[in-house]
Nanobody, 124 residues
């Protein structure tokens, strides 16, 4: 019943920008973690950015390769996470996957959910 719906991927030239969105829908009690991963052809999936809800505070972390260029943000009211990608490089080309760790009920153990992936292609 829970789904992660992604949008914002596409083709962009090097130096350009894209903004990815991922909205979690369905029966959701709380979201503990939301983040973005990516996988380029022939490579392993890697973490891009995470945002962790620590109650009243939120922490973020980034892969070294995107620090200073990408920004992750979260709208808790909409159960949505964003990834603002600036100064894009050809090596950023990959399928980007949205991920969430969430609970569907107060007493239900957290589950790990993935979006379907969205293609980001950066041309030189």
């Amino acid at each position: 019943q829970v789904q992660l719906v992604e949008s914002g991927g596409g083709l962009v030239q090097a130096g350009g920008s894209l903004r990815l969105s991922c909205a979690a829908s369905g029966s959701i009690f709380s979201i503990l973690v939301m983040g973005w991963y990516r996988q380029a052809p022939g490579k392993q999936r890697e973490l891009v950015a995470l945002t962790v809800n620590g109650g009243s505070t939120t922490t973020t972390n980034y892969a070294d390769s995107v620090k200073g260029r990408f920004t992750i943000s979260r709208d808790n009211a909409k159960n949505t996470v964003y990834l603002q990608m600036n100064s894009l490089k050809p090596e950023d080309t990959a399928v980007y996957y949205c991920n969430a760790v969430l609970k569907v009920a107060r007493t239900t153990p957290p589950g790990n959910y993935w979006g379907q992936g969205t293609q980001v292609t950066v041309s030189s």
